[in-house]
C-alpha cells in the first residue's frame, strides 16, 4: 500500500513486517525515531517481540549477537559513536558468523562533534566483516531491509542496512509498504542451524590456535565473496514479487554512451538524478553509477559497469586523513588491471551534513576538465574558513 | 586364614555369590560412568593445577544441571576449557568478549523468551570480565530483570593476562601492575565491594560462595536456579599461580579466607542480607596472609609498614564479621542460621 512516511516509521514498519524475535538498541541520534516507532509497536500490540532496551550500544550489539546465536531472529539499529562502541561486538558477531540484520543511519564521528550525515560510521567498520548495503531511497530502505533478513538467513552472516542520517531517516516519502502476506510468504522463517541448544551442545567462539586461524579468516572471506550472488538474486527475487527492486549489487543509470561516469552511494545517488536531469543539457551527459553492495565489494559488476568510460568521478561521503577518499581509492584498486581504465577523480563531499545541491553534477563535470586536479579533493571545501595554516 | 578363604567366608555370611569361573564379569564402570550427576564441564581441559575456578565451575554447572546455556566473557575460563577444536563443555556455551557476557546472555534469555523456552541461561565471567570491564553491562542485565543466574570466578586479579591487579585484588597484595617494592606495599586500594553494589539492584537473590565449602555453593546455585530473575553469586577461587601458593593448598586458602573474615559468605535477598555462614572461631588474618606468597612483603616482621598493612586487613575481616554477624550469636552446631528465611535447596515459598 502507498502511503506517505517518514523513512524512520517506514524502517519501523519493514522491520516488524520481518517479525523480529528479539529487538536492542540504545538511542542515538538520528536512529532514534526508528527504535522509538518500533517500542510504540511492541507497546501497541502490534508486533510481537522481546524488546530489550539496553544501557548502551555495545550491549545492544551483545544482545542481538546471543539473541541470534540462540536461535532468535534479531535486529537493531544505531548510528555514528553507537556504530563505534558497537565496533568490537561487531568484528565478534560477523567473525562467529552469526545472521543479524542492523540498520545504520549514517551519521558523522566526532571529533568535532556532529549529528549529522556521512558515512564516516559505516566505513570505520568496512573490514569487520560485515554484509554493507546503502540505500539511496527510503523506499529502497524498506526493501534493502527486509531482503537483509533473507541475506542473513541464506549467508549466514550480518547485514547493515546504510541509509543517510537525516536526509533518509527523517523525511517524508511516499512508500509502497508491502504486506505481511507479501513478506511472510517471501521470508522463510529464521533457522539457525548452528544455533545454541541444550539437546545439541555446541561451543561457540573458542580459542584459536595459529594453526587454524587463517583458515577460519580465508573462510570468512570466501562466504562474503560467495555473499555476492545471494544478494544480487535475492534482490531479483524480492523485484519478482514487488516489481521493485534495488539494484543488486550495483545499477547502472543515465547515458550508457557517456564517457563519464559518476559513482556513489546512498541518497548522494538521489542527488545526482536529479542534477543530471536538470544540469545535463550544459554539463554533458554522465553514466551514474550506483554502489549498493560495498561489502562484499563487487569487483567485477563494476569493471563491467565502467567499461567505455574515459573518466570515473568517485564519491565518498567519508575521508580516511592522510590517504584520501576510501571507496574512491577501493575503486581505483579493483580497476587497476583493466586496459583501457577510466581516469579516476576522488572527492569526498557533504562531510558532516553539508549539503549537497543539484548543482554538485554540473561542477563535478566541470572539474574533470582540470587537468591539474589532484587525484582527491574535499570538493565543497571552503578553504577562506581556514586559517591560513590549515589550508 | 588366607585372604581368600575370608572374602568366600563373607561372601557367603552376607549372601553375596562370587561369579562362576567362566562368567564374563561385567564391563567395570570407569570413573566418570560413576558420576552420579550431569556433568556439564568434564575434565581434559587446559587449567592449571589446583586451580580452583576449574573446580568451581565444575560444582556449578554439576548443580545447573543440563537444561543451560552458558555466556563466559573471556578469560582463564574461556580459554582453557576451549582450544579449538577441543571443548570441555557439555551445554551450549558462547564466548564473545571479555565486557559483554551479560548482555549476549541478556540476548539469549530474550531468545528463550520468545520461543517459549524454560532453559536457564548462565553468564560466567572472572573478576577483571565482571568487577571492571564488564561491570556497566552486568548493571543492566540485572536492571532489565533477565532470568539469568550470573556467576562470578573471583581470583583477585587479571590472571589470564598474567596476574594483574583488578578492582577486586585484596588491599595490599602484590600484582605484576601492583607490585610491592621499596616504595609500594602492593595494592593501595581496596577490594571493590561489589555485592553490596549488586545489592543495590534488588535482585531476587545475591551470595558469596567459596571453593573451600562446594555443599554450600551447590546449595547456592541450586537455590538461584529456582528464581526466575537476576541472580548472582561471587566465588572465591583461589588462583596458586597467582597468589603463588602450592597448587595442593587451593581449598586451605580458600577456607582460610572464609575463616578469617576477609571472605564472608552470605546471602542477600532483594538487597537484604538473609543468611549468612558462621565463624566459630575465627581465624587470625595472619594465617590466611602467610601461605600466599602475593602477601609474602607483609611478613616481614621488621618492616613497620607490613605490620601496618597487616593490622589493616585485619581491621577489614573484624569489620566483615562485626557488619555481617559472623561470630557469636550464630553459631549454631547445625548452621541451621537463616535457613527458614532462605528455604535451602529449593525456591522462595510464594515465588519470588
Known amino acids: 500500500m502507498r502511503e506517505a512516511l517518514e523513512g524512520s516509521l517506514a524502517i519501523a514498519r519493514a522491520v516488524a513486517l520481518c517479525k523480529p524475535d528479539v529487538v536492542a538498541a540504545y538511542p542515538i541520534t538520528p536512529q532514534t525515531h526508528i527504535v522509538e516507532n518500533l517500542s510504540r509497536l511492541v507497546a501497541e500490540g502490534e508486533m510481537h517481540t522481546e524488546f530489550v532496551s539496553v544501557e548502551s550500544e555495545f550491549s545492544a550489539a551483545s544482545v542481538v ?51 549529522w550525515n556521512d558515512h564516516g560510521d559505516s566505513m570505520a567498520v568496512r573490514d569487520s566483516g560485515w554484509i554493507q548495503l546503502h540505500c539511496v531511497d527510503n523506499q529502497e530502505a524498506v526493501d534493502t531491509t527486509i531482503q537483509a533478513f533473507r541475506i542473513a538467513q541464506e549467508t549466514e552472516l550480518p547485514v547493515m542496512v546504510c541509509m543517510d542520517g537525516f536526509v533518509l531517516t527523517h523525511t517524508m516519502e511516499i512508500i509502497d509498504m508491502p504486506s505481511q502476506e507479501e513478506v511472510a510468504g517471501w521470508l522463510p522463517p529464521f533457522d539457525f542451524a548452528r544455533k545454541l541448544d541444550p539437546t545439541d551442545p555446541k561451543s561457540f567462539g573458542m580459542l584459536v590456535t595459529p594453526e587454524y586461524f587463517a583458515e577460519i579468516r580465508h573462510a570468512h572471506h570466501a562466504a562474503m565473496t560467495r555473499a555476492l550472488p545471494v544478494i544480487d538474486q535475492i534482490d531479483r527475487d524480492w523485484a519478482a514479487l514487488t516489481g521493485r527492486s534495488s539494484g543488486g549489487l550495483l545499477e547502472v543509470e543515465g547515458d550508457p554512451a557517456a564517457e563519464v561516469g559518476i559513482l556513489a552511494m546512498g541518497s548522494t545517488v538521489g542527488t545526482l538524478r536529479a ?90 563535470m566541470a572539474a574533470i576538465r582540470d587537468p591539474d586536479a589532484p587525484a582527491f579533493s574535499v570538493f565543497d571545501v571552503d578553504l577562506e574558513k581556514l586559517a591560513p595554516e590549515d589550508r | 586364614m588366607t585372604d581368600e ?96 557476557a551479560p548482555a549476549v546472555a541478556s540476548g539469549m534469555e530474550a531468545a528463550m523468551k520468545a520461543q517459549g523456552k524454560k532453559t536457564k541461561v548462565l553468564a560466567f565471567g572472572g573478576d577483571g570480565g565482571t568487577y571492571d570491564i564488564g561491570f556497566q553491562a552486568l548493571s543492566g542485565m540485572l536492571e532489565r530483570y533477565h532470568n539469568i543466574l550470573y556467576v562470578c570466578y573471583d581470583n583477585e586479579a587479571y590472571m589470564n593476562t598474567g596476574i594483574q591487579r583488578s578492582s577486586s585484588t585484596p588491599h595490599a597484595a602484590s600484582t605484576t601492575t601492583s607490585p610491592a617494592g621499596k616504595d609500594r606495599m602492593g595494592k593501595r586500594h581496596l577490594k571493590k565491594d561489589l555485592l553490596s553494589i549488586i545489592a543495590a539492584h534488588h535482585v531476587p537473590y545475591a551470595a558469596s560462595a567459596s571453593v573451600a565449602f562446594p555443599a554450600d555453593l551447590q546449595r547456592k546455585v541450586r537455590y538461584a536456579m529456582g528464581i526466575e ?90 569489620y566483615n564479621i562485626a557488619t555481617f554477624g559472623l561470630a557469636g550469636a550464630a553459631q549454631d552446631a547445625n548452621d541451621t542460621g537463616g535457613a527458614a528465611a532462605v528455604g535451602r535447596g529449593g525456591p522462595l515459598v510464594g515465588g519470588m
Request: hydrophobic share 45%.
Open chain 2, 5 to 100: 578363604t575370608r572374602l568366600s567366608e563373607l561372601r557367603a555370611k552376607f549372601g553375596r555369590v562370587p561369579p562362576a569361573p567362566d562368567e564374563p564379569s561385567p564391563k567395570p564402570l570407569t570413573l566418570r560412568e560413576k558420576q552420579p550427576r550431569f556433568e556439564g564441564l568434564v575434565s581434559g581441559h587446559r587449567a592449571c593445577q589446583g586451580c580452583g575456578e576449574a573446580l568451581a565451575a565444575r560444582l556449578v554447572m554439576e548443580s545447573a544441571g543440563p537444561d543451560v546455556m552458558v555466556a563466559n566473557a573471556t578469560g582463564c575460563l574461556e580459554v582453557f576449557t576451549t582450544p579449538w577444536p577441543q571443548s570441555a563443555w557439555h551445554v551450549p556455551w558462547i564466548h564473545s568478549l571479555f565486557e559483554n
Open chain 1, 275 to 364: 542534477g543530471m536531469a536538470a544540469h545535463a543539457e550544459a554539463a554533458g551527459p554522465a553514466r551514474i553509477i550506483k554502489l549498493r553492495a560495498f561489502r562484499p565489494f563487487p569487483a567485477e559488476a563494476l569493471r563491467e559497469a565502467v567499461k567505455g568510460l574515459k573518466h570515473l568521478i568517485v564519491i565518498d561521503r567519508a575521508i580516511s586523513p592522510g590517504l584520501g577518499g576510501i571507496v574512491g581509492t577501493e575503486v581505483a584498486a579493483v580497476l587497476a588491471d583493466m586496459a583501457d581504465r577510466p581516469r579516476i577523480h576522488n572527492h569526498a563531499i557533504g562531510l558532516g551534513g553539508r549539503d549537497i545541491p543539484e548543482t554538485i553534477y554540473a561542477d563535478l
Open chain 1, 65 to 115: 549477537l546471543g539473541a541470534a546465536a540462540a536461535g532468535a531472529r534479531a535486529y537493531t539499529a544505531t548510528a555514528s559513536q553507537g556504530v563505534l562502541l558497537m565496533a568490537e561486538v561487531l568484528f565478534n558477531i560477523a567473525g562467529l558468523r552469526i545472521p543479524l540484520v542492523m540498520t545504520v543511519a549514517n551519521r558523522a564521528v566526532s571529533a568535532p562533534l556532529s549529528i
Open chain 2, 229 to 318: 530473575g537476576p541472580t548472582f553469586i561471587v566465588v572465591h577461587s583461589p588462583c596458586p599461580l597467582g597468589w603463588k601458593h602450592a597448587s595442593a593448598l587451593t581449598i586451605e586458602v580458600a577456607r582460610r579466607a572464609v575463616e578469617c573474615g576477609l571472605f564472608p559468605l552470605v546471602e542477600l535477598e532483594r538487597g537484604s542480607l538473609s543468611n549468612v555462614m558462621p565463624i566459630r572461631s575465627p581465624r587470625p588474618v595472619r594465617d590466611y596472609l602467610e601461605v600466599q606468597g602475593r602477601f609474602a612483603h607483609l611478613m616481614k616482621d621488621k618492616d613497620p609498614r607490613a605490620e601496618k598493612e597487616r593490622d589493616h586487613l585485619q581491621a577489614l575481616a573484624d
